[in-house]
């Protein structure tokens, strides 16, 4: 593609203007198979000059590790980035399937200055919540949270995988920016709850895993076969077994509208969510994750494509038959305690 720059689209009410198609930065140290620390690096610079601004982390990705490979692009790049991490998550080392969630007062405090030191820099742009922990009263935690943006340690809130009633709990203690939460052709779970009650806050949707994890391009199609022993993906009830087989099935409409455009079914994914700030009337942000700089000009030119009403039509109801849920404990998403 040529050097034009995406569209932008705002961060919530009072947020940054950032690109309009974000980057995620997940796989370049963790989940996803072997690590290419030389093609991230020119990925990130890439995405830049194409006008992608928001870069997505979280300090449970490789137990730290992404946030500190991702330190120096941010540094040489400070005033055009926009840094999103997150808290919340951890990884016990003698058990890479199991996550801990903790959202208390005194935990939060200790996260933000651990991402702080590994990320090196005096301020986190977008702090999110990455999951919550039930146990904790969330205008407790947001009003930690809201203390940090006091502090100058944060300078704006976003919680990942909220319900609606609690994206409302949020609200009322600090403006949210943006909620984080799975969305794309195979998963729309938040459309009933999470999109309407973010439409009314004025906070911006940031759709993570847009491309399906990958499984909507058609770049694998079973976990257990295409991917390595450690890939996170083989986790996920919907990429094995007889689910994968049948999921697969279901690209076929994506091919087809592919084919019309002369584009690949990764961008007529993205375009599919990108889509959504016209159907829902708010702010989308998508944020896939690459490793790979054809593939970040592949998506980002995505955002230039406009899917007509006949093409929505008939991707309409792939996210209905798709087999399989998006985690192995569904407690992991808002969708386990609507
Ligand atoms: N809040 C949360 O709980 C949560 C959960 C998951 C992810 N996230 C965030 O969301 C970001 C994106 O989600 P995701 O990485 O899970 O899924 P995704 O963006 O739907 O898909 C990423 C996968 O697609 C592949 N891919 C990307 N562009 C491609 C293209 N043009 N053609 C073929 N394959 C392509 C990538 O491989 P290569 O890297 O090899 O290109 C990677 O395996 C993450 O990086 C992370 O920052 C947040």
Known sequence: MTDSRIPT??????????????????????AYGPVDAEASRATLERALELGITLYDTADAYGRGENEKF????????RDEVVIATKFALSIPPDDP?????RNDPPYIRQAVEASLKRLDVDAIDLYYMHRRDVNVPIEESVGTMAELVREGKVKHLGLSEVTAAELRAAQAVHPIAAVQSE?????????????????????????????????????????????????????????????????AALLEPVRTVAEAHGVSLGQIALAWVQQQTTVHDLPVIPIPGTRKPSR?????AATGIELTKEEL????????????DRYADMRFSSAGRE
């Not at 399937?97 to 969630?101: A, G």
């Not at 039509?313 to 399989?324: F, R, T």
């Open 70 to 77: 991702l330190s120096p692009f941010f540094k040489a790049h």
């Open 296 to 300: 970040v000009e592949e998506n980002a």
């Open 9 to 30: 689209a705002r961060l919530g009410e009072t947020g940054p203007e950032v690109g309009v198609q974000g980057l995620g930065c997940m796989g370049m140290s963790f």
């Open 183 to 247: 969305w794309s052709l195979f998963s729309r779970d938040i459309e009933a709850q999470v999109v309407p009650a973010a439409r009314e806050l004025g906070v911006t949707l940031v759709p993570y895993s847009p491309l399906g994890r990958g499984f909507l391009t058609g770049s694998f199609t079973n976990a257990d076969k295409d991917l390595t022993a450690d890939d996170f993906r083989r986790q996920q009830p919907r990429f094995t077994g007889d689910n994968a087989a049948a999921n």
């Open 97 to 101: 399937t199991r996550r801990i969630i």
């Open 313 to 324: 039509e008939l991707l309409e109801p792939i996210a209905g038959q798709v087999a399989g």
